[in-house]
Nanobody
Framework: QVQLVESGGGLVQAGGSLRLSCAAS????????MGWFRQAPGKEREFVAT????????RYADSVKGRFTISRDNAKSTVYLQMNSLKPEDTAVYYC???????????????WGQGTQVTVSS
């Protein structure tokens, strides 16, 4: 059974930064892609960022490109999302997910964390 546990969410003012973490267990973390998605109230879940198992390939949603950075530490089975220059529209529940390829589609990810709330005040 795969478990993903996110942490690092919270309340921050616009322009501030947060770093999300997602610790994985139950699967050989280093051989799988990892992704971050988010869901705001009343909206569908959307892609944020993904990283390949080698960490060579990263992809970002246009809305976060240049502000967010995804990274991973395979020795710690953890993926990170560094979020800078946060905006009120970044407010959402952020989910990490594990899958076989680093794609935009949530259907390509097999397991999901419980989510962590990020709230950006104006």
């Amino acid at each position: 059974q795969v478990q993903l546990v996110e942490s690092g969410g919270g309340l921050v003012q616009a322009g501030g930064s947060l770093r999300l973490s997602c610790a994985a267990s139950g699967r050989t973390f280093s051989t799988y892609a990892m992704g971050w998605f988010r869901q705001a109230p009343g909206k569908e879940r959307e892609f944020v960022a993904t990283i390949s198992w080698t960490a060579i390939r990263t992809r970002y949603a246009d809305s976060v490109k240049g502000r967010f950075t995804i990274s991973r530490d395979n020795a710690k089975s953890t993926v990170y999302l560094q979020m800078n220059s946060l905006k009120p529209e970044d407010t959402a529940v952020y989910y990490c997910a594990i899958g076989r390829s680093s794609t935009y589609s949530s259907y390509d990810y097999d397991y999901w964390g419980q989510g962590t709330q990020v709230t950006v005040s104006s």
